[in-house]
């Protein structure tokens, strides 16, 4: 997972994390493992 480190270093990232916040659990994890495959590649 993701580290508090990471969160800040990405900025973009941040921001589509407080989006989550307003969506249903489910959706934001899907959104998030998608990102961390994102990451992962570089």
Same mark, same amino acid.
């Given at each position: 997972?993701?580290?508090?480190?990471?969160?800040?270093?990405?900025?973009? =990232?941040?921001?589509?994390? /407080? *989006?989550?916040?307003?969506?249903? @659990?489910?959706?934001? =994890?899907?959104?998030?493992? /998608? *990102?961390?495959?994102?990451?992962? @590649?570089?």
């Amino acid at each position: 997972m993701l580290g508090g480190s990471v969160v800040f270093d990405y900025g973009p =990232l941040y921001r589509s994390i /407080q *989006m989550f916040k307003g969506m249903p @659990e489910k959706e934001a =994890l899907k959104c998030v493992a /998608q *990102m961390t495959e994102l990451l992962n @590649e570089y």
